[in-house]
């Protein structure tokens, strides 16, 4: 008796589907501005629906429902834009400077160790020294709190430390070095 339930079930969403899809892929394209993503979303939404759809064929509305969750996941993927954007920018804001007669092995050697590193404290390292960031601007990049960017900044700091067999200060300099040479050479790192 399930399976003939389901059956109506099925055979009922795929004519809401057939009827709505492309009109919810056109909601989507007009709230993002996106067509690529408009595909995705109304599919994603329609998803949604067939997993809930016992509540939503049972509403007053379903397709009012189905615009409202269309909505709701392009105000997701805006949102997300606009946070990658900011870290983005975050990235490359910072000043550009010339450097005159790099320390190349150096860099190439800072560049080796920090690939050596976890990819958190890494990412710390390198907001923090050869990018300048704040503590604070470091947390807002990478999504964490301001006591992972110490703790993991002072272990990668540490942990650079040893297997360059350098104090703070050189590394510090080969850090900066590194940055400004590797945005001369273009930004797609």
Same mark, same amino acid.
């Given at each position: 008796?399930?399976?003939?339930?389901?059956?109506?079930?099925?055979?009922?969403?795929?004519?809401?589907?057939?009827?709505?899809?492309?009109?919810?892929?056109?909601?989507?394209?007009?709230?993002?501005? %996106?067509?690529?993503? !408009?595909?995705?979303?109304?599919?994603? =939404?329609? +998803? &949604?629906?067939?997993?809930?759809?016992?509540? @939503? /064929?049972?509403? %007053?509305?379903?397709? !009012?429902?189905?615009?409202?969750?269309? =909505?709701? +996941? &392009?105000?997701?993927?805006?949102?997300?834009? @606009? /946070?990658?954007?900011?870290?983005?920018?975050?990235?490359?804001?910072?000043?550009?400077?010339?450097?005159?007669?790099?320390?190349?092995?150096?860099? @190439?050697?800072?560049?080796?160790?920090?690939?050596?590193?976890?990819?958190?404290?890494?990412?710390?390292?390198?907001?923090?020294?050869?990018?300048?960031?704040?503590?604070?601007?470091?947390?807002?990049?990478?999504?964490?709190?301001?006591?992972?960017?110490?703790?993991?900044?002072?272990k990668g700091m540490a942990e650079l430390q040893r297997l360059l067999g350098t104090q703070?200060?050189?590394?510090?300099?080969?850090?900066?070095?590194?940055?400004?040479?590797?945005?001369?050479?273009?930004?797609?790192?």
């Amino acid at each position: 008796m399930g399976t003939v339930v389901d059956d109506a079930a099925s055979v009922e969403f795929h004519a809401f589907f057939d009827r709505h899809y492309a009109e919810l892929s056109r909601l989507a394209h007009l709230l993002t501005g %996106d067509a690529d993503a !408009a595909d995705d979303l109304a599919a994603d =939404a329609l +998803l &949604a629906l067939w997993h809930r759809w016992d509540r @939503v /064929r049972a509403a %007053d509305h379903p397709v !009012a429902y189905a615009r409202g969750v269309v =909505a709701n +996941l &392009a105000r997701t993927r805006i949102r997300s834009a @606009v /946070r990658e954007r900011r870290r983005i920018a975050l990235f490359w804001s910072q000043r550009e400077e010339k450097i005159e007669n790099p320390d190349v092995a150096g860099v @190439v050697d800072v560049q080796e160790a920090l690939r050596r590193l976890p990819f958190r404290k890494r990412a710390c390292v390198v907001l923090r020294h050869a990018f300048d960031l704040s503590e604070k601007d470091t947390a807002l990049a990478l999504g964490v709190s301001v006591g992972t960017v110490k703790s993991q900044t002072s272990k990668g700091m540490a942990e650079l430390q040893r297997l360059l067999g350098t104090q703070g200060a050189p590394l510090k300099v080969h850090a900066a070095a590194m940055a400004r040479t590797s945005n001369a050479g273009g930004r797609n790192r």
